[in-house]
Every structure is written in C-alpha cells, then in structure tokens.
C-alpha cells in the first residue's frame, strides 16, 4: 500500500489544530450536555485516532502488509485465578465452583494491536494523565498480561499531569518519583510513556482554549511513529 508519510504527518498535524481548535466551540454548542463531558470526549477520541494512525504509518514504513495488521478496543475474558478460588471459605468455594466458567473481568486498553491474529502491543490514550489515573492503566495491563503475557505496553497521552519530565521531550526520560514508584508495584507491566505535547497540563489552562492551545509538532508524530516501529520490526 503505497503512502506519503510527509504528507500523512501533514495531515495529522492540521487534523489536530482542527481538533483542539474545535472542542470549545463544539461543547458550548451542545444542547443537554455538560460541558466538560464534551470537551473530555472530544480530546479522548482524537488521541485515540491519532494514535491508531500512527500505528498504521509504524507498521508501513517497516514496509508491513497492511493485511496482516488489525486495530480493535475489544475486551477480553480474564478467568479468575484458581489460587484465590482455593483460599476461600469451604461453602464460599463449593458455591463458586459450581458456575466457575461465568466468573470472569472483562479488560481491555484503547488500542490493541494484532499481527497475523496474534495481540502483540496494547496503547492506552489519553488526553492527559495523573498518577491516580496511571494506578488504573496498570491494573488493566496487569490483567492481560495474565492472559498475554508477551504483549507490549505502552500509554500515549497528549500531555502530561505526572510529575516529573515527561513532558520535556528529550531523549532520555527519567520519569516522576510517584510514577516510578507505582510502576515498580507491577513489575511484570514494562510501562512505555509517550506525550505529544510539550509543558505540563495545567488544570487552568486548557489547550482546547485559543490563547492555550499547544500545536502537536511534525516531530513529535515522527518520534512515535519511530517507537512503535522499533518494537513493530520484529513481526514483519
């Protein structure tokens, strides 16, 4: 499938510009919702298609067949544990056993990347991320790893509300002490942080505002394109 990653960039960085510029006037516009809600939802799903783009561009420029690749968000079984089963209550136990195949979590992350049918890479996207909400993204991947274990694991977010220099964009990333911490409690998620935008996400400065607003960078789509073609080369 032949395809122009200079003018496929392009298109990513106008589309975001139309996006963010958009969200105020889309929210206020909306009749019978909050609008908070709006703007949240609106900043949520343009991450998640920029991301998925990116997947694609990734997969691409490794020169992947496009047939071998799928994208989806579907959720997935995870059993309960049998060690867990076994350490309660006698009664508890019997009772549980007797539908044991109806108990189960359904988890998934926003992007989940399959090659050949095989689930290789999971993104999770947000418009920002705090450490409250980086304490669920990895439980989610705590819970499929139980089922996939070889999967990679990444959180793409527009900015970053974690501490530390996470949004500074060099080449080295040292992270944040509250970040490191709750990552080092889930030893078998190897967590992989990328933020489009530069600066911290203030709360009283929202980039959906024109005087905030923080353009997404021709460089930035091309670093995050070279990492997920770093770990895509090996499907190819």
């Not at 990444?154 to 996470?166: A, I, N, W």
């Not at 400065?205 to 460089?219: D, G, S, T, V």
Request: glycine share 6%.
């Amino acid at each position: 499938m032949p395809h122009d990653l200079e003018k496929e960039i392009a298109l990513l960085v106008r589309a975001h510009e139309e996006e963010i510029g958009n969200v105020d006037q889309k929210a206020t516009d909306q009749i019978g919702r909050a609008y908070g809600g709006v703007v949240r939802a609106s900043k949520g799903k343009w991450v998640e298609r920029l991301t998925e783009h990116v997947i694609y561009l990734a997969w691409l420029e490794l020169g992947g067949n496009i047939a071998r690749i799928k994208v989806n968000s579907n959720r997935h079984k995870i059993p309960m544990r049998q060690e867990y089963v076994q350490a309660l209550d006698k009664e508890v136990r019997e009772y549980i056993l007797t539908s044991i195949g109806e108990y189960s979590y359904p988890a998934q992350v926003d992007k989940q990347v399959f090659i050949d049918d095989q689930f290789v890479m999971g993104i999770e996207c947000k418009a920002y991320t705090e450490n409250a909400m980086l304490k669920r993204i990895l439980v989610d991947f705590h819970l499929l790893k139980s089922a996939f274990p070889d999967i990679s694991s990444y959180l793409f977010q527009l900015e970053s509300q974690l501490g530390g220099d996470y949004r500074e964009h060099n080449e080295v990333t040292y992270g944040s002490a509250s970040s490191h911490t709750l990552m080092s409690y889930f030893p078998d998620v190897d967590l992989q942080i990328f933020t489009f935008l530069e600066g911290e996400r203030k709360v009283d400065r929202p980039i959906h505002k024109a005087e905030f607003y923080k353009p997404l960078k021709k460089e930035r789509v091309v670093a995050a394109i070279d990492v997920l073609a770093k770990d895509l080369t090996q499907y190819v």
